[in-house]
């Protein structure tokens, strides 16, 4: 016989400003089978908790229902309470009377008070055929998986790796370094990229406790927190990475030299179809393009392809296929950073129109002395040096019809390279800066943008409406100045428009892998935006960098750091407490038809050899509710969630 | 309101910045508040070139109210409706429509409409017409016509009466 007993929140204001309190006390004690109804102001708090445990002993209390917030916010604080009164923590059912009542109905007090008590009554009717469960412990695996290796994905592996765990280290391209290893120096402080990362990176080639699987991606992720099983595709190569030392006289001798576009470069140089992403890879091994190598593509390179004859140490190896590995590790980081918007998506600003209107990340492979043309900026129509420059920010951010987001990083980068190419070209260049807002908000960031405000170059308020292409190949733009209220015409040599960062192409691939959330922008969702920056909707599986949103780089070595750390309180653990929510098999009704197991994501069901019906495996088994909906039988029951129990709470309210 | 502008002594004017308001969400769901002065518009203004129409500054007032300085500026009245405003705003907005807005106010309020304007306006409804087609100079530097050059003469409307009553009919429904 179920006692129940039900506690309503005012949460301060944010319910009793709305709700009736009273009245709803009044309501929940007269409906069947509750014993008990109270109030406090803030029921998750300590007297709050002491209201409900004096009450279970006083009336003997079997069945909790709390009248509150979000279960994602309290459940857990409310279950503690009951189980230190003596309850099974799983006999509380919570009736979220804010974010589904309140904070929605705000204007409607009568309404809300009206909707409140059918949520109530709801949450009795399901709380009085509640089941007491118990949880059990399950074994956790202590390695751990990070995903991209970016600076995010560097750091993240390191310290994880340092604390002694293993840490399996995917990259999809041939070399870690990701973004940053693009990027000449680093605002505010002007380090120059590759001298801070580099040492990481080789950090990371000899730490004993990273296995870095490069040119390899994550294909697909069974099991739950604790222990993943993940498959990975090692692309293959085509060179023998045991014998490969980086000579890099194959690259030398390749008929394909200098005629591969060179992504790394951001398309602004050529390589050959073996080839290094830079010279600073890690590992310093060497890769065949399969789709620009002759050989592979046609089996034919010239009577015999040079490479293969230039390798003493023989290891280039045509016949070299992908390579399944599998994987199992307790938790998982993601850092697989951003792509930038493509410029040619601001039709106005002619990005398809001239060479000479370059991105500011193409500009950073100019500057840098690595880059295809080592350090010096010039005009790439012409080849001829430049006298004017000008950077337009906010192209496509903070735009309703690109993206509406500020992107964080575009202010700093043009202020820097504005910095970067005075240091270089001197006092006569004229830069030409158009701002809508400088966003300076970095540490040390304001400082920096006060030293580009020397004077020496113009900061221009507004933003040009388009970028027009003369005859002569010459750039030329009008902007309004709202500052001095006048209308500008500009010629320029080069012109570097700022567009924002976006999710990686192909990052709802990776989401679904994952079975993570994207926010409504296409990175990766956070738990909460202040509380849980790192953690995902899935238990074990958390973000850092870019991939999460735009970021600057002390914020995405910050965060990947945080990740680690979390990933670490789950790997460190021996075992896990498991979620006794999940599904259960009634042998009485399965027919063992099978359907079951084909739509399990989790790999958690078998059908028993003897028995011939479905059998649930409890530590893979999350409780995601998929064989609930697909078996024919109605045999597949999701515990303290059965059918009987929502088909109760909807005839409570219809 | 305790806000006055120094410079004229003029108070914003919150039924009128409610009305412009009721006219443009007629014609799409944005209104000037979203606007964060970035300038683009002015920056592509056709108009701005030769007449100083500034459609950032209209955004600006019409966002804090000051409506009697749009009202009495010649400025509203030489929007080309080209329509890049529209086109490349970031956030979505329409200067045309709020300049549009405007004149509709100052029209139905019995404001001066600049001379220009109400020549054009006079040209369409008498012809057809924004102007009758005039001479050009060509390369030689001679006065040409279109008949001297061989073009085919301009047909205006057919049923001239019909035009108008269109044309009428379509003014005093806009102008509320």
């Not at chain 1, 790796?161 to 280290?169: I, P």
């Not at chain 1, 002569?472 to 902007?479: A, E, P, S, V």
Request: proline fraction near 4%; aromatic fraction near 6%.
């Amino acid at each position: 016989m179920a006692r129940i007993g039900v506690f309503i929140c005012h949460c301060g204001t944010n319910i009793g400003g709305v709700v009736d309190v009273d009245d709803l006390v009044k309501f929940s004690s007269e409906l069947d089978d509750v014993v008990y109804a109270a109030d406090y102001k803030y029921m998750c708090s300590d007297p709050g908790g002491k209201v409900i445990k004096d009450a279970i002993e006083e009336h003997d209390l079997n069945r909790i229902v709390v009248t509150s917030c979000s279960p994602r916010m309290h459940e857990p604080t409310f279950q503690s309470v009951i189980e230190d009164a003596g309850l099974n923590r799983f006999c509380l059912e919570m009736a979220n009377i804010r974010e589904h009542c309140s904070w929605v109905h705000k204007d409607e007090k009568e309404e809300a008070t009206k909707k409140a008590k059918d949520l109530v009554a709801m949450a009795v009717r399901k709380a009085n055929t509640l089941e007491a469960l118990t949880s059990f412990q399950k074994d956790v695996v202590h390695d751990a998986l990070v995903i991209g290796a970016g600076i995010a994905g560097i750091q993240a592996s390191l310290d994880l790796a340092n604390t002694g765990k293993k840490v399996y280290l995917v990259e999809r391209e041939p070399s870690i370094g990701g973004r940053m290893a693009q990027l000449d120096k680093t605002f505010p402080t002007l380090d120059c990229s590759s001298c801070i990362l580099t040492p990481k990176m080789m950090d990371v080639a000899r730490h004993p406790n990273i296995e870095l699987l490069t040119y390899s991606e994550v294909t697909e992720v069974d099991g739950s927190v604790g222990d993943f099983k993940v498959k990975v595709k090692r692309k293959p190569t085509y060179v023998d990475w045991e014998k490969c030392n980086g000579c890099g006289e194959c690259g030398q001798v390749c008929r394909m030299k200098d005629k591969v576009l060179d992504k790394f470069n951001e398309g602004l140089g050529k390589r050959s179809a073996i080839y290094v992403p830079f010279q600073q890879a890690v590992p310093l091994k060497y890769t065949i393009d399969p789709s620009k190598c002759l050989m592979l593509l046609s089996g034919k390179c010239g009577d015999s392809p040079p490479c293969q004859d230039v390798c003493e140490l023989g290891a280039i190896d045509y016949q070299q296929e992908e390579k399944m590995i599998e994987l199992n590790v307790g938790s998982i980081v993601v850092a697989t950073g951003y792509d930038m918007l493509e410029a040619s998506d601001m039709y106005e600003y002619g990005y398809s129109q001239s060479p000479d209107i370059i991105t500011n990340l193409e500009f950073e492979r100019l500057i840098s002395s690595s880059g295809p043309t080592s350090g010096h900026v010039h005009r790439l129509s012409d080849g001829e040096e430049i006298k004017s420059v000008s950077f337009v920010l906010c192209a496509g951010s903070r735009d309703m019809d690109h993206k509406e987001y500020c992107c964080r990083i575009g202010c700093m980068s043009a202020l820097k390279q504005a910095y970067l190419l005075r240091d270089h070209m001197g006092e006569d260049l004229e830069i030409n800066i158009c701002y809508t807002d400088i966003r300076s908000f970095g540490k040390g960031y304001e400082e920096f943008y006060r030293r580009i405000r020397d004077g020496k170059s113009n900061f221009i308020r507004g933003r040009p409406s388009e970028i027009n292409v003369k005859e002569d190949g010459k750039l030329i733009y009008n902007i309004f100045d709202t500052s001095t209220q006048k209308l500008l015409e500009i010629n320029s040599d080069i012109i570097v428009l700022v567009p924002p960062l976006i999710p990686r192409n192909d990052s709802s691939e990776l989401s679904r892998i994952l079975r993570i959330t994207e926010g409504a922008d296409g990175f990766f969702l956070e738990s909460h935006p202040k509380l849980k920056p790192s953690d995902t909707t899935t238990d074990g599986v958390f973000i850092a960098g870019c991939c999460q949103g735009p970021k600057d780089i002390p914020d995405v070595v910050a965060q990947a750091s945080g990740a680690a750390a979390k990933a670490m309180g789950i790997i460190s653990r021996e075992e896990l407490e498991s979620d006794p929510m999940i599904a259960w098999v009634d042998p009485d009704m399965c027919v063992g038809c099978g359907v079951c197991v084909e739509v399990c994501p989790y790999s958690a069901r078998e059908l028993n050899e003897v028995t011939g019906i479905a059998e649930v495996d409890e530590i893979l088994c999350t409780g995601c509710g998929g064989c609930i909906a697909a078996c024919p039988s109605n045999a597949c029951i999701h515990k303290n969630m059965t059918k009987q129990q929502i088909l109760r709470m909807i005839d409570e309210v219809i | 309101m305790s806000i006055i502008d120094l410079t004229s002594m003029a108070e914003p004017e919150g039924e009128a910045q409610k009305k412009i308001n009721d006219i443009i969400k007629g014609l799409q769901e944005d209104i000037p508040h979203d606007c964060y002065q970035c300038g683009k518009c002015t920056s592509g203004c056709e108009a701005f070139i030769l007449t100083e129409l500034e459609p950032h500054k209209v955004m600006a007032l019409s966002k804090s109210g000051f409506i009697d300085e749009l009202l009495n500026s010649g400025e509203i009245w030489t929007c080309v409706t080209c329509l890049k405003c529209k086109e490349r705003c970031p956030q979505d907005l329409a200067p045309v429509d709020v300049i549009f807005a405007v004149k509709n106010i100052a029209v139905s309020s019995g404001k001066q409409i600049d001379s220009g304007y109400s020549n054009m306006l006079q040209a369409v409804l008498g012809t057809g017409f924004i102007q009758s087609p005039k001479e050009v100079v060509d390369r030689e530097n001679n006065a040409v016509t279109r008949d001297d050059m061989g073009l085919p003469k301009i047909k205006g409307p057919e049923e001239m009466p019909k035009l108008q009553q269109v044309l009428m009919k379509a003014a005093t429904e806009t102008l509320r």
